[in-house]
T-cell receptor, first 110, second 113 residues
């Protein structure tokens, strides 16, 4: 089993749709979690951290489920500009070596 | 406020040539990393430096060497380039606290013929 797994997609949704991605991780000692966004041929950029209680940033909501070892990202009211690949990142406690998922591709169409 | 700066942005090499990819940060971060990204493979860690004066191998170190020149700079060297090293290379930094995210440079696109 890969350490961090994501559905590669692509998720193809119309503008205005709500879409959710999950990311599962295998290391139960994982302590820090992040979502990154990566546009085609660009560098990954931090989208948001994921906190135990869940957190929201505008149209984006991140959740952590430690019992089932997954994190999720919900995007509401999708925009064309949300089209990108979304990477989940997991860091074990006490480590500074993150593990990246391979990413989920999102395509938002008119 | 440059953040993480990588040079060059693009490079074409012939097999067997050597070159050094440069990375510099002005974020006062302790940890620095080199990744490569290939289609369908995701990001793979080549080498990292937890702090100035230390370097360690990542997942795919073969064919590469690194130097942590000072706190700001972390270079990646290909001694004898091979076509399999054609990739996009990203440098990243992190404060050194495990609950903090990484910040990436905008990449070096390297082609080896």
């Amino acid at each position: 089993r890969k350490e961090v797994e994501q559905d590669p997609g692509p998720f193809n949704v119309p503008e205005g749709a709500t879409v959710a991605f999950n990311c599962t991780y295998s290391n139960s000692a994982s302590q820090s979690f992040f979502w990154y966004r990566q546009d085609c041929r660009k560098e990954p950029k931090l989208l948001m951290s994921v906190y135990s209680s869940g957190n929201e940033d505008g149209r984006f909501t991140a959740q952590l489920n430690r019992a089932s070892q997954y994190i999720s990202l919900l995007i509401r009211d999708s925009k064309l500009s949300d089209s990108a690949t979304y990477l989940c990142v997991v860091i074990p406690g006490g480590s500074y070596i993150p593990t990246f998922g391979r990413g989920t591709s999102l395509i938002v169409h008119p | 406020n440059a953040g993480v700066t990588q040079t060059p942005k693009f490079q074409v090499l012939k097999t067997g040539q050597s070159m050094t990819l440069q990375c510099a940060q002005d974020m006062n971060h302790n940890s620095m990393y080199w990744y490569r990204q290939d289609p369908g493979m995701g990001l793979r860690l080549i080498y990292y430096s937890a702090s100035e004066g230390t370097t360690d191998k990542g997942e795919v170190p073969n064919g590469y060497n690194v130097s942590r020149l000072n706190k700001r700079e972390f270079s990646l060297r290909l001694e004898s380039a091979a076509p399999s090293q054609t990739s996009v290379y990203f440098c990243a930094t992190q404060s050194g606290q495990s609950n903090q995210p990484q910040h990436f440079g905008d990449g070096t696109r390297l082609s080896i013929l």
